[in-house]
């Protein structure tokens, strides 16, 4: 079993910042992959960027250059972030957390971000 806990979201304007924090504990010695994925009133759960085991990001287009993911594995958590910066009232939506084990896919609760205009 894995937990995941986010924090870090908000409300801000429009061409400020945010950094998104994932705690995971429990079994994280069977985690490979972690995501951030976001989910707008009416819209489905997107992918926002991504991080492999060792380093590797990927990012949506809507997100690149604006956004980093970074992930620190300590003893016994393993930390994911998500700096976003220029922030736009599109990237309103809930942040969740993901994590890939060999069997299982763990989300967080979610982060509700809000960009006003």
């Known amino acids: 079993q894995v937990q995941l806990v986010e924090s870090g979201g908000g409300l801000v304007q429009a061409g400020g910042s945010l950094r998104l924090s994932c705690a995971a504990s429990?079994?994280?010695?069977?985690?490979?992959?972690m995501d951030w994925y976001r989910q707008a009133p009416g819209k489905q759960r997107e992918l926002v960027a991504a991080?492999?085991?060792?380093?590797?990001?990927?990012?949506a287009d809507s997100v690149k250059g604006r956004f980093t993911i970074s992930r620190v594995n300590a003893k016994n958590t393993v930390y994911l972030y998500l700096q976003m910066n220029s922030l736009k009232p599109e990237d309103t939506a809930v942040y969740y957390c993901?994590?890939?084990?060999?069997?299982?896919?763990?989300w967080g609760q979610g982060t509700q971000v809000t960009v006003s205009s």
């Open positions: 993901n994590a890939h084990t060999s069997g299982w896919d763990y």
């Open positions: 429990g079994s994280i010695f069977s985690i490979n992959a």
């Open positions: 991080i492999a085991s060792g380093g590797r990001a990927n990012y």
